[in-house]
């Protein structure tokens, strides 16, 4: 049998449990499941002795989302991130042009090599 147990001071809901069938419920679980009427999950549901009482959507955000950004993280200027976004943009151009000298530099050889062979021939 499924159970739903609850802290023993605060009667919030803590875990589900399975126990045999004819086994006695504990002082600190019930049969009941705490869901709303329509079927959905409860917002941290307590107890109150005889059902499920949950805890509303706006208490629930407040007292347990995490906050998305610690406080003491300071708040990026839009002339910052242009200014990162043009430091991307230089670094790409610099392994563009590091690629290209190299390209060059054995475009050059072989041009070179070409021309000595042809002069030899002649």
Do not use: R
Request: aromatic share 8%; proline share 5%; hydrophobic share 35%.
């Amino acid at each position: 049998m499924l159970i739903y147990c609850f802290d023993g001071v605060t009667k919030k809901f803590a875990y589900t449990d399975v126990i045999d069938d004819g086994a006695q419920v504990p002082e600190n679980a019930t049969t009941i499941a705490p869901v709303n009427t329509d079927g959905t999950g409860m917002y941290a549901p307590t107890w109150n002795g005889t059902n499920w009482v949950p805890m509303s959507q706006e208490d629930y955000q407040e007292n347990h989302e995490q906050q998305q950004k610690p406080n003491d993280v300071p708040t990026i200027t839009e002339s910052q991130k242009q200014e990162a976004q043009y430091m991307l943009e230089l670094t790409k151009m610099k392994v563009n042009i590091a690629a290209n000298t190299k390209t060059i530099a054995a475009l050059t050889k072989q041009l070179t090599q070409t021309a000595l062979k042809n002069k030899e021939a002649q």
